[in-house]
Nanobody, 118 residues
Framework: QVQLVESGGELVPAGGSLRLSCAVS????????MGWYRQAPGHQRELVAS???????????NYDDSVKGRFTVSRDDAKNTMYLQMTSLKPEDTAVYYC????????WGQGTRVTVSS
């Protein structure tokens, strides 16, 4: 069975850093587009970062303006794992973070909760 497992979320003070992981099991992602989503209370789930692997080990990355310059997305295709390095965290980043494949949405995992205190 294909499973998405997010981890790494925790309570962190404003200005702090956190690294999230997304492990995909049961299917080989290959170089397909992967994305990080977040959902804050009262908000729709939104895509905040994405990454695809190109032919020779290079990557295409995109970020929502709200996280650009603060978050860095990366992936290890051999491990079917994607990461999100979060720095300069703000209270507005508080949300449950999920991963998925935007072009082939899989059943959502439980996500990992990031809480940024002021």
């Amino acid at each position: 069975q294909v499973q998405l497992v997010e981890s790494g979320g925790e309570l962190v003070p404003a200005g702090g850093s956190l690294r999230l992981s997304c492990a995909v099991s049961g299917s080989n992602v290959g170089g397909h587009l992967m994305g990080w989503y977040r959902q804050a209370p009262g908000h729709q789930r939104e895509l905040v970062a994405s990454i695809s692997s190109l032919s020779r080990g290079s990557y295409r990355k995109n970020y929502d303006d709200s996280v650009k310059g603060r978050f860095t997305v990366s992936r290890d295709d051999a491990k079917n794992t994607m990461y999100l390095q979060m720095t300069s965290l703000k209270p507005e980043d508080t949300a449950v973070y999920y991963c998925n494949l935007p072009y082939r949405i899989l059943p959502w995992g439980q996500g990992t909760r990031v809480t940024v205190s002021s």
